[in-house]
Every structure is written in C-alpha cells, then in structure tokens.
C-alpha cells in the first residue's frame, strides 16, 4: 500500500450539497427547509421546544458549594519545615516571610501531615491534623493552637 493510493473508508466521508441554487438543483427554492414557519425562517435557537419547558431546566441541579462563607485556611505541610532550623517557633508570619506559605488567610495557618519531620519545632497554628500532631511531637518538637 502506498500513500498515495489510500482513501478514506466508504461511508466516512459525505458529498457537500449546496442548497438553495435553483430548481434544477433538486434543493432550490426553499433549500430543504419547507414551506413557511418558524423552521423555514431560521428563527429557533438551539434546545428550543416551543414555549414547552426546556429539557435543560427539567433536570434538578444537584449539589451547592457556596464559596462566599468558606472559611479558608492558609495550608503547610510538615514535609515543609523540614528545612527549617532545629527549635525554631515556626509562625505563619515566619512562614509568609520566607514564602513557604504563598498567601495568608483569613482563618490562619492550617498544619497538615503530608511529608517527613526530624527536627523538633514549635508550630504555632490554627489548626493541625492528627497526624501533623503526632509528627511534630513525635520528633520532639511542641503544638501551640493559637
């Protein structure tokens, strides 16, 4: 088989009618569209049923997050302050400065337990997770929820 010899499958491509190009075409005149009315005068917008209610606002909307009255933490993770100084008092303005934490929240500093932690610290936060409990003290450092 050569390149040049190839076509495309029987069926896979279709012959362009141009319609509306007289009456000896066979699509002249009313090019397909019939007689009169709302279809012939290409008047109707995509899903419309004609004054019937619309399918799309039969369906129910399911589900509602109203983002407006989260409350949104700033997040780190203990694999982060691994690179910090051992006894350090890890803060979320120390955090901001030295850009571990990109933008600081309202709600404050959220501590979660993803990663590794050797050293030990004390983390001042708003919020911690189990596990960033039990890998803080684990590795000899203090939790402070302030």
Same mark, same amino acid.
């Given at each position: 088989?050569? #390149? $040049? *010899? ?7 491509? %279709?012959? =362009? +009618? ?8 066979? #699509?002249?005149? %009313? *090019?397909?569209?019939? %007689?009169?009315? $709302? ?8 899903? @419309?049923?004609?004054? $019937? ?20 933490? *700033? ?20 955090? =901001?400065?030295?850009? #571990? ?5 309202? =709600? ?9 932690? !050797?050293?030990?610290?004390?983390? $001042?936060?708003?919020? @911690? !997770? ?5 890998? #803080? ?5 203090? +939790?402070?929820?302030?």
């Amino acid at each position: 088989m050569e #390149i $040049q *010899s190839m076509k495309p499958a029987k069926g896979a491509r %279709t012959k =362009y +009618v141009r319609v509306g190009r007289g009456i000896g075409s066979g #699509i002249g005149k %009313t *090019s397909g569209r019939g %007689t009169k009315g $709302q279809h012939a005068r290409n008047t109707v917008r995509p899903g @419309f049923e004609g004054g $019937q209610l619309p399918l799309i606002r039969k369906l129910a909307i399911r589900g509602f997050n109203n983002k407006k009255f989260a409350k949104v933490n *700033s997040v780190v993770n203990v694999g982060d302050l691994e690179d910090l100084e051992p006894n350090t008092v890890v803060t979320e303005e120390l955090l =901001y400065a030295i850009r #571990i934490v990109g933008k600081r929240e309202p =709600y404050g500093l959220k501590v979660l337990g993803n990663g590794t932690l !050797t050293k030990p610290l004390t983390v $001042q936060a708003s919020k @911690f !997770t189990k596990s960033a409990i039990e890998k #803080i003290e684990k590795a000899g450092g203090k +939790v402070e929820v302030i």
